[in-house]
T-cell receptor, first 116, second 114 residues
């Protein structure tokens, strides 16, 4: 049971380049999330998904896109990289909840992205 | 909307000192409350949680009690170790869950010196 895995671990992009950050979970969780963490700051939600085929914007979606074709995978796409997107990106997943439950999130190890 | 405010850091302690990291929240009803820990170079992982008022979450010597009357969930440990050096995040999940989305505090960096 690998949990949540992310690739790559590190990446340097030039301004205007594109890339996809990969995220896979093997816990059969319905909910998945993408966050960014800027230095010394907390987490900001970029996009989330409640199941395959369903995605929605979080707090800071501009400059990013997502898709969710399977339960396991939730890739994050950067189309035109900008220096403001330099950050650490975390993917997380959570089991479907109903009623009064605890929504523990399970995080991947992160992708450190630098845009120059 | 929901919010979490936690004690600003960084916090530096000597080994075996007592630790308190304050956390207060704003939310309607009875959210679930969490403490996550992030070790250097890693993702966040759950440290402890509490789901209803007066519940005490505990793990690895850390404790936090859900106080509805003061809307707080302060993290404590009686004797910290160097290995506890990390960033600690307080978080809440609303009572009426919205896609399981949680609200996180900004994190408190703890450094424990030998």
């Amino acid at each position: 049971n690998a949990g949540v895995t992310q690739t790559p671990k590190f990446r340097i992009l030039k301004i205007g380049q594109s890339m996809t950050l990969q995220c896979t979970q093997d816990m059969n969780h319905n909910y998945m999330y993408w966050y960014r963490q800027d230095p010394g700051m907390g987490l900001k939600l970029i996009y989330y998904s409640v199941g395959a085929g369903i995605t929605d914007k979080g707090e800071v979606p501009n400059g990013y896109n997502v898709s969710r074709s399977t339960t396991e995978d939730f890739p994050l796409r950067l189309e035109l990289a900008a220096p403001s997107q330099t950050s650490v990106y975390f993917c997380a997943s959570s089991p479907r909840t109903s009623g009064r439950t605890t929504d523990t999130q399970y995080f991947g190890p992160g992708t450190r992205l630098t845009v120059l | 909307g929901n919010s979490v405010t936690q004690m600003e850091g960084p916090v530096t302690l000597s080994e075996e000192a007592f630790l308190t990291i304050n956390c207060t929240y704003t939310a309607t009803g009875y959210p679930s409350l969490f403490w996550y820990v992030q070790y250097p170079g890693e993702g966040l992982q759950l440290l402890l949680k509490a789901t209803k008022a007066d519940d005490k979450g505990s793990n690895k010597g850390f404790e936090a009690t859900y106080r509805k009357e003061t809307t707080s969930f302060h993290l404590e440990k009686g004797s910290v170790q160097v290995s506890d050096s990390a960033v600690y995040f307080c978080a809440l999940s609303p009572e009426r869950t919205n896609a399981g989305k949680s609200t996180f505090g900004d994190g408190t960096t703890l450094t424990v010196k030998p």
